[in-house]
């Protein structure tokens, strides 16, 4: 199994360390192999917000720097850890330089066949709504997050008891993850069926939405009505149906406010 590990922190600290010790557990139930990409190494700038990538396509992005490769990598990986340090109760300014210079793929979805690890620390305050950040991004990219973990280290000296504690969510979490590698997807629960209809509404007109958004709905095949999810598995008939009735009452909105836009 391929683990890429995109590492927000700027040093090899509490973050690799935990990560390393995902990296030994799991390696201690089969063959895994581990990559580090280490965001303080990598050539990534800054998105500067002209939206090219969002309205023409990644490909029109003016930065020539290592976002492709990345974005490959994370395609030959079976499951990505996500791992940043909590800086000021948010993710580091690595980790989102990252996530920006990715939101095309919020709205162009592409990693279903993939799980994701996902893993903070801190000294004491933020971890909750840094995992409940990364949780929500990585899913719209197509992400099934298997796990989330959170770690408080403090920042002197860390007492025996809180490393053990710290040392079992390591394990649970290397576990859950290995287990979730060897697993098919779940089926989408409803708030996943009602992203899928909520964004159809949203990048299905042609004129209104952005172009790169249309073309790539069209062409996956996610526009025909029939289409229940982004991929083809098992949805929940009851989740269909409040997914399609939302999709429509959605849509009437969406073409009253095209009508006030004369578009
Ligand atoms: C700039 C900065 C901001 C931080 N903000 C927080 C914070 O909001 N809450 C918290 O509990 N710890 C905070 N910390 C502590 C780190 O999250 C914590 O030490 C973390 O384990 C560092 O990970 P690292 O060793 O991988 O860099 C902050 C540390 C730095 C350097």
Redesign the pocket.
């Known amino acids: 199994m391929k683990i890429l590990v995109i590492m927000g ?3 090899e ?4 360390r935990a990560v390393k010790k995902i990296e030994e557990f799991m390696q201690s139930k089969g063959d895994v192999e581990f990559e580090y990409l280490m965001l303080k190494d990598v050539n990534l700038s800054q998105c500067r917000g002209c939206y090219a990538c969002i309205m023409e396509g990644e490909d029109h992005c003016p930065f020539k720097d290592e976002s492709s490769v990345i974005e490959q990598k994370m395609h030959s990986a079976d499951g990505v850890v996500f791992a940043t ?5 948010n993710v580091s300014a690595l980790m989102k330089t990252f996530i920006d210079r990715f939101s095309y793929i919020c709205h162009r979805p592409r990693f279903f066949d993939k799980k994701a690890l996902l893993l903070s ?6 971890l909750k709504r840094v995992l409940d950040y990364l949780k929500f991004i990585v899913g719209t990219w197509g992400f099934e997050v298997s796990h989330s973990v959170g770690l408080v ?1 403090p ?1 002197r000296q860390i007492s025996m008891k809180k490393e053990q504690e710290n040392n079992q969510k390591l394990e649970k979490a290397a576990l859950v993850f290995y287990n979730s590698l060897l697993k098919k997807r779940h089926s989408p629960g409803l708030i996943n069926v009602l992203a899928f209809h909520f964004q159809r509404v949203s990048f299905s007109k042609p004129g209104y939405t952005a172009p790169a958004d249309y073309a790539y709905w069209k062409e996956k095949g996610w526009l025909n009505p029939k289409a229940k999810y982004y991929v083809d598995i098992s949805v929940n008939p009851v989740y269909n149906v409040i997914g399609r009735l939302s999709e429509k009452i959605m849509e009437r909105k969406t073409l009253k406010e095209m009508a006030e836009l004369g578009s």
Request: without cysteine; aromatic residues 10%; glycine residues 10%.
């Open positions: 922190s700027p040093r600290g509490n973050t690799y340090p909590v800086y000021v109760m620390t801190s000294a004491s305050l933020g280290v920042a």
